[in-house]
């Protein structure tokens, strides 16, 4: 499932999975999941992002930062995305830097979901 939540050390981690997100309609799909996620949780979430190979068009991003202002950034005690690369992570620190967003930036799995419980 590309939303769902593992368990790493005994912490639970909201798994975002958009690597199968290779349209702009896929994308959207799991932006709606996502946000179902965060509505449904009972406390602040550590969440990670896997990113690698996700589909990003302007009405994408868009509904993604509409989104982090209405549900993800407040619902979220920590967020990793893991896979953005290249102009998306130019993009990526530029909006996190005019949006106030703390997002770490990773590149390995592992190492996220370590910080995520530490």
Same mark, same amino acid.
Request: charged share 30%.
């Given at each position: ?8 050390? &005994?912490? !639970? ?5 958009l690597t199968e997100s290779k349209s702009e309609q896929r994308?959207?799909? /799991? /932006? !709606? !999941?996502? +946000? ?16 690698? &190979?996700?589909?990003? @068009?302007?009405?994408?991003? $868009?509904?993604?930062?509409?989104? $982090?202002?209405?549900?993800? +950034?407040?619902?979220a005690e920590k967020r990793v995305f893991v896979g953005v @690369? ?5 993009i990526m620190r530029a909006y996190m830097s005019i949006a &106030? ?9 592992? !190492?996220?979901?370590?910080? /995520?419980? @530490?």
């Amino acid at each position: 499932m590309p939303v769902s939540y593992i368990n790493h050390k &005994g912490r !639970e981690i909201l798994y975002i999975d958009l690597t199968e997100s290779k349209s702009e309609q896929r994308s959207l799909e /799991l /932006l !709606e !999941e996502t +946000k179902d996620a965060y509505l449904k949780a009972n406390e602040k979430l550590l969440v990670l992002v896997n990113t690698q &190979g996700a589909f990003v @068009s302007t009405e994408v991003s $868009s509904r993604m930062k509409e989104y $982090s202002k209405l549900y993800f +950034k407040d619902r979220a005690e920590k967020r990793v995305f893991v896979g953005v @690369s290249g102009l998306k992570k130019i993009i990526m620190r530029a909006y996190m830097s005019i949006a &106030g967003e703390n997002i770490k930036l990773m590149d390995d799995l592992e !190492e996220a979901k370590d910080y /995520l419980v @530490s």
